[in-house]
């Protein structure tokens, strides 16, 4: 079974440009989250879908990011303008239930500069 | 809030040794804790999770415990191996209608052959 798969690895953009980055979770996994860490701190939350739904967005930094969940399937992450702040290491996680275990993608490494 | 505390934040041990890696969490209404391993470069792999009515998990040389009233994990990797050298992070769901996860800013551990 294919796990928790990233795209792209790691993007590198300027300061003002947009980017998207996605997730597709494991087949089957209604539930997504997507989590961010930032150099020198934990990793942090950004927000929970449940199908297609947002669950709760409450970790989202700032209007600047905007997910989506198309169909219940994968997930996009959209960062526009894209600040310095935002550099990091964007984790996508899946789980078949929300008591359940989370399963956690590579990530996608996002340098700002 | 729920905070979560890892102690130490490196270590280095010979390999061979018996060592414990401790986690605090400050609100102790949780619903379960997992522990996870990062290597460098990669995602998260979960190595044990433990339920808010279980007292601890095991899977091979690993042994977690939980003791929530009193807000602490510890994880314990016996008879280490060089390639145990990794990141290992602890994080917590807390109970209630909250589905995220909380984590800790991980224990670097080396293991010297």
């Known amino acids: 079974e294919a796990g928790v798969t990233q795209f792209p690895s790691h993007s590198v953009i300027e300061k003002g440009q947009t980017v998207t980055l996605r997730c597709d979770p494991i087949?089957?996994?209604?539930?997504l989250y997507w989590y961010r860490r930032v150099m020198g701190k934990e990793i942090k939350f950004l927000l929970h879908?449940?199908?297609?739904?947002?669950?709760?967005e409450s970790g989202m930094p700032n209007n600047r990011f905007l997910a989506e969940r198309t169909g219940g399937t994968y997930s996009t992450l959209k960062v526009q303008p894209a600040e310095l702040e935002d550099s990091g290491v964007y984790f996508c996680?899946?789980?078949?239930?929300?008591?359940?275990?989370?399963?956690f993608g590579p990530g996608t490494r996002l340098t700002v500069t | 809030k729920q905070e979560v505390t890892q102690i130490p934040a490196a270590l280095s041990v010979p390999e061979g040794e018996n060592l414990v890696l401790n986690c605090s969490f400050t609100?102790?209404?949780?619903?379960?804790l997992q522990w996870f391993r990062q290597d460098p470069g990669k995602g998260l792999t979960s190595l044990l999770l433990?339920?808010?009515?279980?007292r601890e998990q095991t899977s091979g040389r690993l042994n977690a415990s939980l003791d929530k009233s009193s807000g602490r994990s510890t994880l314990y990797i016996a008879a280490s191996q060089p390639g145990d050298s990794a990141t290992y992070l602890c994080?917590?769901?807390?109970?209630?209608?909250?589905?995220?996860?909380?984590f800790g800013k991980g224990t670097l551990l080396t293991v010297n052959p």
């Open positions: 996680a899946s789980s078949q239930d929300w008591a359940y275990e989370q399963y």
């Open positions: 609100d102790s209404a949780i619903y379960n």
């Open positions: 994080a917590v769901k807390s109970g209630g209608s909250n589905y995220k996860l909380t």
């Open positions: 433990i339920q808010s009515s279980q």
């Open positions: 087949s089957g996994h209604d539930n």
């Open positions: 879908f449940v199908k297609e739904s947002k669950q709760d």
